[in-house]
């Protein structure tokens, strides 16, 4: 990010405009929203500049700007649509200390005018960095389909109302009032009965909010699926919004724990590289502390939390602590694989069960029904399975398992740096380690890509042609 996003409150401060054209009075429109005091300077004087000067909301001066004409100015927009004199005058708003625009030139200006969604005292900057001006309009036009009208007159009313509402304790009960009134309670009141019905809903609420018993903290455990945050349900995504505090295993990605709360406690506690990973009762007493103090904790586990995640010791203890816990199952990475793979989990005539086992378990290596597994057509699902690799290879052919069995590695399954690699249970190990393999993977046993099939299915065909 090169241009952070600020709100700069513009009231009686200066804005000089140098331009008197199209261009300044696109720029114009957006800076008479504000407050500013704003001199504009140029000749060839559009009639709009005009019409806004002798209304008053605006000095214009039918000149070119000079040195001295951009003393305590905070921005200077250069809107001559000539490159030379935009150059000129932005060295004379340097000189002056302001903060220059040369509108449509992103290398010379010291600030870029967001795309705004207007809903005052709501205001949606869009910004693509001048990266993307038709993407910036197209999520500027959707924004503003999502954001009805009414929402400008809610948080006006809301803000009349700061003051009142403190009588509730800052943090998750203030929160939850403002939410229900803007979310629920608002629009209805509105739409019925306008702003008056919703400055009364506004006072009912409050009166609620205050009799009702304080909130116990509750934990959500909560399944972030396997990396994508679009494969996030929107019952996790909704929580994790209004979590106070996020937990999470070293799994879960960055663009989901982007979508907690800027407040938010957000602690890892899984290891990175060969540094400690937190013991389970330090994450359970964890948990219990700030359930114990109303917070809305959200346990975040990669994948589906009932799936090698370790959820029964976290369970036992919060019901031990009395601590509310309710489980929200996400994407478990096998079925985010086999999506990648375009492959099915289970198969007429290929496979009626599937197994999902882990590579090791709490003893090291896990024993399974390897007779079983080995067998013709048995599929399994391997997680945690790299560095058990070579063992279960063994155990495998041991019980008679084919060389040739197929094998499908799913590395990043979901994420941008995914790898499929399709191969057999002789050369696994082996090819785990020449394609460092060194992210989460799932080992899928007795299956292959669909394009690898389709590839064997034709030169199946083509063996038969010959023959
Ligand atoms: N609860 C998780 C599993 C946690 S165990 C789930 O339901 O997916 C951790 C193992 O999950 C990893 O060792 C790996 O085998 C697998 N895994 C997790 N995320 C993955 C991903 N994005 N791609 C492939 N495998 C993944």
């Given at each position: 990010m090169d241009h952070f996003p600020i709100f700069v409150n513009l009231k009686g401060r200066r804005v000089v405009v140098s331009g008197a054209g199209e261009t300044a009075v696109a720029k114009l429109r957006l800076l008479l929203k504000t407050a500013a005091t704003i001199s504009v300077y140029g000749l060839d004087v559009h009639p709009d500049i005009r019409t806004w000067a002798e209304a008053g909301k605006l000095r214009l001066s039918a000149r070119p700007l000079q040195e001295g004409?951009?003393?305590?100015?905070v921005l200077l927009y250069g809107a001559n649509d000539d490159p030379a004199e935009d150059r000129r005058v932005a060295e004379i708003g340097r000189r002056a200390g302001a903060m220059v625009n040369i509108v449509d030139n992103l290398a010379e200006s010291e600030f870029i005018t967001p795309a705004i969604v207007d809903r005052d005292p709501v205001t949606v900057a869009i910004g693509t960095e001048g990266a993307a001006p038709v993407l910036a309009r197209r999520i500027k036009a959707q924004v503003e389909e999502a954001l009805p009208q009414s929402i400008g007159a809610l948080a006006r009313i809301g803000q009349g109302f700061r003051k009142q509402a403190e009588a509730l304790p800052m943090g998750r009960r203030r929160r939850d009032f403002w939410s229900r009134f803007y979310f629920k309670r608002g629009p209805q009141a509105l739409a019925k009965g306008g702003e008056i019905a919703a400055r009364e809903a506004l006072s009912e609420l409050l009166d609620d909010s205050l009799n009702a018993r304080a909130d116990l903290g509750r934990v959500f455990l909560i399944g972030a699926g396997?990396?994508?945050?679009?494969?996030?349900?929107l019952k996790a995504r909704a929580l994790l919004h209004e979590a106070d505090v996020v937990i999470h295993d070293q799994l879960v990605t960055q663009p989901i724990l982007?979508?907690?709360?800027?407040?938010a406690i957000v602690v890892e506690t899984g290891k990175k590289g060969f540094g400690p990973s937190w013991k389970q009762d330090d994450i359970n007493a964890l948990m219990i502390k700030h359930a114990a103090q109303g917070r809305h904790v959200v346990r975040l586990k990669s994948?589906?939390?009932?799936?090698?995640?370790?959820l029964d010791e976290e369970m036992d203890a919060l019901d031990d602590a009395g601590v509310a816990w309710e489980i929200v199952p996400g994407i478990t990475a096998a079925s985010a694989a086999a999506a990648s793979m375009g492959a099915s989990l289970t198969k007429r005539g290929r496979n009626s069960s599937l197994r999902i086992l882990t590579g090791h378990d709490m003893q090291g290596f896990a024993e399974h029904d390897w007779r079983d597994l080995a067998k013709p057509g048995a599929t399994a699902a391997i997680y945690m399975g790299k560095r058990a690799a070579t063992f279960i290879r063994g155990r495998l052919l041991m019980y008679g398992a084919p060389d040739n069995k197929p094998v499908t590695v799913v590395e990043n399954?979901?994420?941008?740096d995914q790898k499929i690699l399709s191969t057999t249970l002789l050369a696994l190990p082996e090819l785990l380690t020449a394609a460092r393999v060194d992210g989460p993977a799932i080992l899928f046993l007795g299956m292959s890509p669909r394009a690898a099939l389709e590839a064997a299915d034709e030169i199946a065909d083509k063996k038969t042609e010959i023959l």
């Open positions: 004409d951009a003393t305590c100015a396997p990396g994508d945050p679009e494969l996030l349900t982007e979508l907690a709360r800027r407040e994948g589906d939390p009932t799936v090698f995640g370790r399954a979901s994420r941008p």
